[in-house]
């Protein structure tokens, strides 16, 4: 186990950037009421467990206990293996090693349905239930009470019952539809009460719910609590980890990098354990001289995903957007694309105004955007190669008002090769290429579009550490041939690496933009902006 | 795509191949020169309403006022003949497409527009298409004797035998392989099929796409509407009823993915020619009428679960390998 130990928070904090939490608030009795001093028994225990996908090694010997009556709080960047542990807890992944034992007993879980016969249960980020279906319904489904046919009565008056439990103030009978978010998380967790569960994971739960519905789920967690049952609580935001949790358990890259009781812990520290690794060896920065002015965009707004975000972009630049999931990256991205509409805002394009109504509009006018989600939004899996990389530019390929095979072939040769896409032939279809060179493949289609801003979002999600290296070094490629590139990425090496300016965003607005070498250009500063930690402190 | 598509057309000929010896050991009328002449004649109408269907099916649409549209089609034309008798076959051509554009832009709008569900659409309108025959030609039917010669003329035409209906389906069959192949209409029509997101991102307009294809598939049946009131020298209201599935059949045989995104014009062609042989196969076999539907339907079936087999890949999902696993360390 590595824990970063004789570390001096005070040393490495950028003056007047980072403030600690307090230990005075923390010591209120409010949340001492039901810490109880030694940890009993652990009621599950993980010892060793690893797991790995085709080229990725996502869990690494990883091990920790759960004890009842206290929340333990899973911490860790976005990759660090958290919600492959939550797979793994819920019997949706097998691990390839290590043990899981509830209780005293060794557990095999070969479904989930094996999880929740062993006590486990979790109620995920966004709600996995039946939306036409009632409250009792949803709770009771797979073990419905009655014999052959189904004793409604009995399942209405237990779920009466478990919503007073847990003081909930809707009825059995309501639609689940007809519920908020955080209502649906109380049925969630009336269902895990319905199979008694003593383990029960918290996956991101507050992440779709407003402040006061975030007091209310843990008004619920301290009850849980009170009640004995044990909590696996993950959380990007440290302020809710450090409301709600008693012990801590760290993981970067796959691995557990430390863990401990959560009064003996101060910000800083964990952010430092999530954060690890000096990022500059990692990832030589190439010397380019900036560029003239490519885009600016200033005051764009849209109703409820960002507001208010201002930048330029210059070529020969990499802009970097750094912030947690969810804090609108994406989406003022997908707004410059054409995807969506802005309500208010002005964008400058080589000095001209830019209106984007449609991706097409911004590919004719020389944006490309690598999105995300390379299954859903990038690739067209059942389609070839060839067709993948002109499906954006086939305008190019018209010759007397048809398609050129010949034309076509020649830019995916050119740009395959260009990329190293590993492949049978250009003519092999996607789906049957690696993750790594299927993302290869999605980014040729967008450099085929000749563009001169290209914005890559997440561009080494879920890819392999050769392709990851290998896109790194054309990110640099590209900027050194002329281009102006964003970068949108939850990893921070990755951001700090290749960045030349990061603008860190959180919760739809930037909360601060960093020049490389400038104040405030550290690992620590900008996670810290990133969870709103500087927002939570100055409001302190 | 490619790669997968073409084995599953090798063995799709390779079971017409078999069938096609087997009928004729079986009853050697069959396997006459007569005999194929007359089945391509006779499936000529399914090959490119097939074509035009497929099309649609890309998109992850379908289109059920296909027959309908043909009838509706068919019966405006009829009586534009029996007025005007002495016009010459490019006006009724033209005109019947022409007609059928109109429809399937109904079709096309209603999906693209308001993005309802295609079988929604095309279910209704079907209804009203049908419905727009007993209107307009207040249930009478228009006779042969009425329409005129020149109207009749187009499918007595042969070249080689074969008759000018089956040329224009093969005309239809060049134009969409040209049309899916080598346009950016037609591989949008993939695109967005196989991953609407996707094409979304790169530019395409989903709603475009689908107006095209319905637009397709209605300017088709048009034109088959007056094709089959001039070969079979009457209109009325239930002409083609039930045809719609019969050409759904023929694409989903021959490897159309109802999913979309998946499909070929060679593909879907020989899916055609699977039930026309079939069709006229069976009372060759002297098997009874009674029999022909269930059994035509059956293969059918058996055709479509091999489909289905051949497309199923290797799960993506850990689960169900998780499972494997679990079991191999149990045992």
Known sequence: ?540 | MKRLATYREIILAAIIAVMVIGISIVAPAFGTRDTFVAVLNDTAFLFMMALAQMIVILTRGIDLSVAANLALTGMLTAMVAEHHPDLPIIVFVVLSTVIGLGLGLINGGLVAALQIPPIVVTLGTLAVFRGMIVVIGGGAQVDGANMGANFQLLPKLTVFGLSSIFWIAVLIAVACWLFLTRTRPGRGLYAVGCNPVAARYCGIDLGRQQLIAYAISGAVAGLSGYLWVARYGVAYVEIATGYELTVIAACVIGGVSIGGGVGSVAGTLLGALFIGLIVNALPVMQVSPFWQMAISGAVILLAVIINARAEARPDKLILPRARREAARVGA
Request: proline share 5%.
């Open chain 1, 1 to 540: 186990m590595r824990v970063c130990s004789g570390f001096d928070a005070a040393l490495i904090r950028p003056a007047g950037h980072l403030l600690p939490f307090t230990r005075e608030k923390e010591n209120t009795p409010l949340f001492h009421l039901n810490r109880p001093l030694m940890p009993s028994d652990p009621v599950l225990t993980l010892a060793g467990i690893s797991k790995s996908f085709p080229g990725v090694r996502a869990l690494s010997d990883v091990g920790f206990s759960l004890y009842p009556g206290q929340v333990t709080a899973l911490i860790g960047e976005n990759g660090a293996g958290k919600s492959t542990i939550v797979k793994t807890l819920t019997g949706i992944y097998l691990p390839d090693e290590g043990s899981l034992t509830v209780g005293q007993e060794a557990k095999h879980f070969s479904s989930p349905r094996d999880a929740w016969a062993a006590g486990i249960a979790a109620i995920h980020q966004e709600t996995v239930m039946f939306d036409e279906l009632t409250v009792a319904e949803n709770i009771f489904t797979g073990h419905m009470p009655g014999g052959t046919l189904i004793d409604w009565a009995e399942a209405r008056r237990r779920t009466a019952a478990l919503l007073k439990r847990i003081d909930a103030d809707f009825k059995p009978e309501t639609k689940l539809k007809r519920l908020s978010v955080a209502q649906q998380h109380m049925v969630e967790i009336a269902r895990a009460l319905s199979h008694e569960a003593k383990v029960i994971i918290m996956d991101e739960p507050t992440a779709a719910l407003s402040s006061h519905e975030i007091q209310e789920l843990f008004r619920i967690v301290d009850q849980l609590k009170a009640e004995g049952h044990a909590i696996l609580f993950i959380s990007h935001k440290f302020d809710e980890i450090f409301r709600v949790s008693d012990r801590w358990v760290c993981l970067r890259d796959g691995e557990k990098v430390g863990e401990g009781l959560t009064r003996d812990v101060r910000e800083p520290d964990l952010v430092r354990l999530m954060v690890g690794r000096p990022v500059d060896q990692i990832f030589p920065k190439r010397a380019l001289t900036i560029g003239e002015t490519v885009l600016e965009v200033e005051g764009l707004s849209n109703a409820t995903e960002f507001e208010d975000i201002g930048f330029t972009l210059r070529r020969r630049e990499i802009l970097g957007f750094y912030g947690l999931v969810g804090a609108g990256r994406s989406e003022v991205m997908q707004c410059l694309f054409g995807m969506s509409r802005p309500t208010r805002g002005r964008v400058t394009l080589e000095g001209r105004p830019f209106v984007a109504k449609a991706p097409a509009d911004a590919i004719a006018a020389g944006i490309a955007y690598v999105p995300e989600d390379r299954q859903h939004q990038g690739a067209v899996l059942p389609l070839g190669i060839r067709e993948n990389t002109t499906l954006a530019s086939l305008g190019a390929h018209v010759r007397y008002g048809f398609l050129s095979r010949n034309s076509e072939r020649a830019a995916t040769r050119m740009l395959g090769t260009r990329l190293a896409v590993k492949a049978a032939h250009w003519e092999q279809r996607l789906g049957e290429l690696s993750g790594g060179n299927q993302q290869k493949v999605v980014i040729a289609k967008w450099l085929a579009t000749k563009p001169k801003v290209v914005i890559l979002d997440e561009p080494t999600k879920g890819i392999d550490v050769g392709s990851k290296a290998a896109v790194h070094d054309f990110i640099g490629e590209l900027a050194e041939d002329g281009l102006a590139v964003i970068l949108v990425s939850s990893e921070l090496p990755e951001v700090m690496g290749l960045a030349d300016r990061i603008i860190v965003m959180h919760e739809g607005q930037m909360v601060t933009a960093v020049t490389r070498g400038g104040p405030g250009w550290s690992a620590e500063a900008i996670v810290a902006a990133a969870t709103g930690a500087d927002h939570q402190a100055v409001a302190a």
